[in-house]
């Protein structure tokens, strides 16, 4: 089976195409980095304009790259929540579209499942069940995942994603976006003992609830940042100590969950996927945990912990295998919660 993936939930327009006896055949994506640059942020607006322009061209690119021609595409997967709602229907009514013109299946894929399923891409893949952690701009959650749509969440943010906390504090510093990046390029240079932030939510009994002391937040550590700066200059030096020291607090966080994570759940795999799971930092961290614990930890690639169209192609994949099937009519859900995907059923 070939499916065509098209990814536009947010300011990465993303293409690629997957072969389930070859794999990956093709991957192109463009960012819209720049475009966003003097805002500080994303603008829905212009991230859905850019999608327009860019999505059909890195479609041909795709498919001339993997010498495909459209007769031979079997299934079409497009991102259908959550993200940005304009940005969201343009890829999928492209996606529908082609579907439509190709007479071949469809299907809409969360985008959360894409970035789960990520390390799957890789040559040693994880295999069901495990535990993960995803971290991005707009998610951090842990999950218990059993099987495709078989997964319940063990804890998640209840303010601030970790990815959000990254660009707010790198705004705050005046490092630009996003954020991830520019922290983690200062905090080279800073002391990450020089401030000692809070770690919220670490010190928690963790017999309190169905999933102990599993939930995140990250406003009283971005707090913490906003004072350390007040009344002083923002030279070089305090800008960087603040960056290591930041860094370091929101790995201790998400380390120190993952641990009690897989204490809770006993699994032997734990799957990292999203933006934040390129940060060097966190890798290490969590690659030293594994090793204490005894478990084998997964992350994808550099270039696939972002937003990519690989990983909705590989989704869309197991999706189609596996029955599912979408109607002729489209949408785009901005708010979907992971466990409510279900599992694919013919």
């Known amino acids: 089976m070939r499916v065509l993936g098209i990814e536009t939930s947010c300011d990465d327009t993303g293409v690629a195409l997957y072969d389930s006896g070859q794999g990956l055949l093709a991957h192109r994506l463009f960012s ?92 040693d893949p994880p295999a069901f069940p495990f535990t993960a952690l995803l971290v991005s701009g707009g998610h951090t959650l842990l999950a218990d995942v059993q099987a495709l749509g078989r997964y319940t969440i063990l804890g998640e943010s209840v303010d601030d994603a970790v990815g959000e906390a990254f660009d707010k504090t790198a705004k705050l510093l005046g490092l630009g976006y996003p954020g991830g990046p520019a922290i983690a390029q200062a905090a ?25 002391g599993l939930d ?52 032997k795999q734990l799957v990292v996927a999203g933006g934040v799971s390129a940060n060097r930092k966190l890798r290490e961290r969590l690659i030293h945990l594994s090793e204490k614990l005894g478990v084998r930890v997964f992350f994808p690639r550099p270039e696939f912990s972002t937003d990519n169209g690989a990983m909705i192609a590989y989704a869309g994949y197991l999706r189609l295998a596996a029955g599912q099937r979408e109607p002729l009519s489209f949408g785009a859900r901005a708010r979907w919660p992971i466990e409510e995907i279900g599992a694919a059923k013919n």
């Open 188 to 212: 080279l240079d800073g002391d990450p003992k020089r401030f000692q932030f809070p770690r919220p939510k670490t010190g928690r009994l963790k017999t309190q609830g169905a999933h102990p």
């Open 32 to 123: 819209q980095t720049e475009l966003h640059l003097d805002y500080g942020g994303v603008v829905p607006e212009l991230a859905a304009r850019d999608h327009i322009r860019k999505a059909l061209p890195l479609i041909r690119a795709v498919m001339q790259e993997a010498k495909t021609r459209p007769d031979q595409i079997n299934g079409i997967a497009y991102t259908t929540g959550p993200g940005l709602a304009g940005a969201l229907l343009v890829g999928a009514a492209l996606g529908r579209s082609l579907a439509l013109a190709w007479n071949v299946p469809c299907v809409g894929i969360h985008h959360m499942e894409g970035h789960l399923l990520s390390p799957m891409l890789e040559p």
């Open 216 to 267: 995140f937040s990250f406003s009283g550590l971005k707090t913490a940042v906003v004072t350390a700066v007040q009344n002083q200059p923002l030279t070089s030096r305090l800008v960087a100590d603040i960056a290591a020291s930041f860094e370091e607090a929101a790995v201790d966080v998400l380390a120190i969950k993952c641990e009690w994570a897989l204490e809770q759940t006993g699994a």
